[in-house]
T-cell receptor
């Protein structure tokens, strides 16, 4: 079983839709969870950061962590064509030096 | 503004050549990382460094080496390039301590080995 699973997509939605992106993981030690966004031919950039369980909201973006199910989500409200990108989840346990990344989900938002 | 730069956006090399990929960050970050990104395989960590002259192997260090002589610069070396090292190479840096998870990535170098 891979440590982090993420559907590669592509996920195609119309502008204005609510988007749900998800990752599942197997390592119960993970406590720090991140979402990175990567536009085509660019490096990833940090979008959201959460510690342990719960929700975090930032504008149109909400990150949700369910440690009991080992499941994290990123919700995008009122999606825009400019949200079209690959979204990578990443996570880490305490004392770990490095992040474990998912393979990324490609999102396409059509006008 | 945070800045990680990589020496080349595109690079074409021949099998057996020695290849240097350079990464520079201007944020005084402690940690620096080299990844490769391939379709279907995602981001894979090659090497990282948490201090000058320190290095740690990542998940796929074979065929690569690194050098960090100055805090701001982290170099990836392919001693003898092979076609299976054709990939997108991404450098990242992060602060130490509480900010360590916030990795700032460079734009990437697309390396083709013929």
């Amino acid at each position: 079983q891979k440590e982090v699973e993420q559907d590669p997509g592509p996920l195609s939605v119309p502008e204005g839709a609510i988007v749900s992106l998800n990752c599942t993981y197997s390592n119960s030690a993970f406590q720090y969870f991140m979402w990175y966004r990567q536009y085509s031919r660019k490096g990833p950039e940090l979008l959201m950061y959460t510690y342990s369980s719960g929700n975090k909201e930032d504008g149109r973006f909400t990150a949700q962590v369910d440690k009991s199910s080992k499941y994290i989500s990123l919700f995008i409200r009122d999606s825009q064509p400019s949200d079209s990108a690959t979204y990578l989840c990443a996570m880490r346990g305490p004392g770990y030096s490095t992040l474990t990344f998912g393979k990324g989900t490609m999102l396409l938002v059509s006008p | 503004d945070v800045k990680v730069t990589q020496s080349s956006r595109y690079l074409v090399k021949r099998t057996g050549e020695k290849v240097f990929l350079e990464c520079v960050q201007d944020m005084d970050h402690e940690n620096m990382f080299w990844y490769r990104q391939d379709p279907g395989l995602g981001l894979r960590l090659i090497y990282f460094s948490y201090d000058v002259k320190m290095k740690e192997k990542g998940d796929i260090p074979e065929g690569y080496s690194v050098s960090r002589e100055k805090k701001e610069r982290f170099s990836l070396i392919l001693e003898s390039a092979s076609t299976n090292q054709t990939s997108m190479y991404l450098c990242a840096s992060s602060p130490g301590g509480e900010g360590a998870d916030t990795q700032y990535f460079g734009p990437g170098t697309r390396l083709t080995v013929l």
